[in-house]
């Protein structure tokens, strides 16, 4: 069992495919290239035995001729498939943070420090149905591509592995490698849709900018976890038939005194799902942010004064992505 586990351990070093993360720039030396003809090339390889046998047989110097010819131009496009992906200089970027169910967007960068063109090299991720792009890089130059992952959850997301391959010049012959990069995406909860009114409380402030006070009735709107019962637009609820499907509403309130705006983890309905509180603070994160409302922010351990601006939503936002990750 010990000699399976080594003899299995030294084969994914030979080829490469360790899941440990390789930070800055990495270089694609000869081992960790590897070529292997493609059905073409397989195609083409039985042609050469076949048309050798024949001239053989037959003895047609012309037959054989052609043959060593052909063969000739096998090598030389083997070694310029080769040549084509090694020796190249790769690096990773930074990823931009999304909200889940959003694609990530990674950046990779192509570096060719060699006197020669590379053609037609093909990046994509591990996965079988991963879309592939193909890149050209100039001699002493460099190129980027993004290559998008889907996100599903919140947290950190790795780039997967990434795979770059060629066919060139005559698609005979596959050079492939992979490569891991040390990159992560940060994800944020996904807002909710249609979350209860901003929490306003502290002491009122009568500025006129409330968006969200208590003495005008504006209007009714579908029913939300977490609403007070007082606010249940009780007149309406009678004229409905909850049990055949009819949903319950909630009065909707405008104007009068705007006040502070705390969002507060440990305020929200404990019967609530985790990762539905994280989804309306997010909402609300948001919201406030659009606005230009000063709020303040407590989740677990993070505190944070109310305030506005990019710096203040992104702290709100991570926290959020990060609670108890």
Wanted: net charge positive; glycine share 6%; with cysteine.
């Amino acid at each position: 069992m010990n000699l399976f586990t080594n003899l299995q351990t030294r084969f994914r070093k030979m080829v490469f495919l360790e899941n440990k993360p390789e930070t800055g720039e990495v270089f694609l030396n000869q081992r960790r290239v590897f070529t292997l003809p493609s059905k073409p090339g397989w195609m083409f390889l039985l042609l050469l035995i076949t048309l050798f046998i024949a001239a053989t047989n037959y003895n047609l110097s012309l037959g054989l001729a052609l043959t060593f010819v052909l063969m000739s131009c096998a090598w030389v496009s083997v070694f310029l498939g080769f040549r084509n992906l090694a020796h190249l200089h790769l690096l990773a970027g930074t990823a931009q943070p999304v909200f889940a169910g959003e694609d990530a967007q990674f950046t990779l960068h192509l570096i060719n420090r060699r006197k020669y063109a590379r053609y037609a090299i093909w990046l994509s991720f591990s996965s079988k149905d991963a879309a592939q792009h193909a890149v050209d890089i100039a001699a002493f130059s460099r190129t980027s591509i993004q290559l998008s992952c889907s996100s599903e959850t919140r947290g950190y997301l790795p780039i997967p592995r990434v795979r770059l391959q060629t066919w060139f010049p005559l698609g005979l012959l596959r050079a492939w490698s992979t490569w891991l990069p040390d990159v992560q995406a940060l994800v944020y909860p996904r807002p909710e849709l249609n979350a209860p009114p901003l929490p306003y409380q502290g002491s009122e402030k009568n500025d006129g900018q409330g968006h969200a006070g208590s003495e005008d009735f504006s209007g009714v709107r579908a029913y939300q976890t977490g609403d007070a019962l007082k606010h249940l637009a009780w007149k309406h609820i009678a004229k409905v038939d909850v049990a055949a499907g009819g949903q319950l509403v909630t009065k909707q309130f405008s104007g009068g005194s705007a006040s502070d705006i705390m969002l507060d983890f440990a305020s929200l309905p404990k019967n609530m799902d985790v990762e539905l509180k994280l989804a309306r603070m997010t909402s609300w994160v948001l919201e406030a942010d659009a606005n230009a409302q000063p709020y303040g922010f407590r989740l677990g351990n993070n505190h944070y004064a109310p305030a506005t601006g990019q710096a203040h939503r992104l702290d709100c936002l991570r926290s959020l992505a990060l609670y108890e990750a």
